[in-house]
């Protein structure tokens, strides 16, 4: 049941999208001019295999946001956060700045994403960073460099040892990644602190699970793997967190880590809303979508991405959480939307990941590379994959910048909170 609305609005095309996200946004895009109305809570994209750069400084934070207008530019976008849905009344209810909107739909995709994982772990929710929006990418940057600052300032040497260790508990993708291009940025800054060029950093992966990378296959995990501990990362594989405090990782072996960074990278959870909105969810809170991306026993709604468990005919489990799946499933999705529906199915053509500056794994076809050719092969798919030739561009002139320069160290946390006047 919807509550009080202050108006009601008829979706375009007949088509509602709820999420902006990469499956969102995709699905609004390919379907063209047939159109369609996505509510989102920003008003761009966020290419998050990006989003480690922006963390590290090689790319404007900018540059990895797509902006939703230009990219889907039939559909129409509602700046706001959906709240409720009606199944029977084919309506959704949207919280915007300019009150309560009801939406009149034909066809619903729910394309509400996920939620950082968390774990009842002491001294998390109250410590522990976390890495999966452009606000955490930016506030982890100038975490890291506000470390340099204090630890510089800093008269114990204990004290500065502490300023400059590093604990990352999660070690998919996102954590590696973050902490591959933040050790680079660290590093490079440190060049200009001439007092602590004595001062040892540790850099500290965490997981509970006994490799790290556990999406791509274990050759090339073990590469990145021997890569990190080369140059002298620490990782704690089947190993969990057991608490954290504002000075202090406390790991489940009883290992203690005397740090005031700590970055919660593992995983994520289906967005919590969909609990309450009486859809057919599995075991971890994903909507479950039949092989045509409908969601069960509902002929007029839709799931995909992070929040949705998809069955792949062309895989024997279902899809993991990534863009690339989520972006197959957007081109069949709104395919389906358009004529005579097909199953979805999708199989893998490669995997990539960078590991900071000129260092990175890719597995294309089958071929396996790594390092220089690795990391050029995975930003070319990302240049690739990434929509908007204006965008593109930008990105490629962020990239060739930071071939000739140093990464740039200023610490922005001032941004986004101007003093008062008087
Ligand atoms: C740091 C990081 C790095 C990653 N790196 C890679 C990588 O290298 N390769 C890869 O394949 N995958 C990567 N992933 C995974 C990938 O980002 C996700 O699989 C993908 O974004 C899923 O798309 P989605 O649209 O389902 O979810 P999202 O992209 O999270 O989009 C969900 C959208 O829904 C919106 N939303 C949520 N609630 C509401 C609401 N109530 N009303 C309106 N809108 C709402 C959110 O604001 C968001 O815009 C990474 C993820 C992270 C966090």
């Known amino acids: 049941m919807l509550g009080h609305v202050s108006a009601t609005r008829q979706a375009r095309g007949g088509v509602l999208v709820l999420g902006g996200g990469f499956a969102g946004a995709y699905v609004a895009r390919e379907l063209g001019a047939r159109g369609a109305t996505v509510v989102s809570r920003e008003n761009f994209m966020l290419y998050t295999p990006l989003l480690p750069e922006a963390a590290s400084g090689t790319l404007e934070p900018r540059h990895c946001v797509v902006p939703l207008r230009p990219m889907c530019p039939h559909a129409e976008l509602i700046l706001g956060r959906a709240t409720a849905i009606d199944l029977d009344a084919q309506t959704a209810e949207v919280e915007t700045d300019e009150g309560t909107q009801s939406i009149a739909w034909q066809e619903l995709v729910l394309a509400l994403g996920a939620v950082p994982r968390t774990l009842p772990v002491p001294g998390l929710s109250e410590h522990a960073l976390s890495f999966k929006s452009l606000a955490d990418a930016i506030n982890l940057r100038n975490h890291v460099l506000h470390q340099l600052e204090a630890a510089d300032a800093a008269l114990e040497e204990e004290e500065r040892a502490r300023r400059l260790t590093f604990v990352f508990v999660g070690a998919g993708y996102a954590g590696v990644e973050a902490l591959a291009e933040l050790s680079d940025l660290a590093e490079d800054a440190l060049r200009f602190y001439p007092r602590l060029r004595s001062t040892p950093r540790r850099w500290v992966l965490v997981d509970a699970a006994p490799r790290i990378l556990p999406e ?169 994959q990434l929509p908007l030739a204006q965008r593109k561009l930008r990105v490629v002139v962020d990239w060739t910048v930071s071939l000739f320069f140093r990464r740039d160290i200023a610490e922005l946390g001032q941004l986004g909170h101007p003093e008062k006047l008087g």
């Open 216 to 384: 791509i296959p274990p050759p090339l995990g073990d590469y990145a793997a021997a890569e990190l501990r080369k140059r002298g990362v620490e990782i704690h594989v089947d190993t969990t967190l057991g608490s954290v405090s504002a000075d202090e990782a406390v790991l489940g072996d009883g290992t203690r880590i005397p740090t005031n960074t700590l970055v919660w990278t593992a995983g994520v959870a289906p967005n919590p809303l969909l609990r309450e909105w009486s859809l057919p969810l599995d075991e971890k809170g994903r909507v479950e979508a039949d092989e045509l991306l409908r969601v069960r026993g509902h002929e007029h709604v839709w799931t995909l991405g992070d929040c949705a468990r998809v069955p792949n005919t062309r895989s024997d489990s279902p899809d993991p959480p990534t863009c690339q799946h989520a972006l197959r499933q957007a081109r069949r999705l709104s395919r389906n939307l358009a004529g005579p529906p097909k199953p979805y199915g999708y199989r893998m053509l490669g995997q990539v990941a960078t590991l900071g500056r000129h260092k990175g794994i890719a597995e294309v076809l089958g071929l396996r590379l790594h390092g220089f050719a690795g990391w050029w092969v995975t930003r070319s798919y990302h240049l690739y």
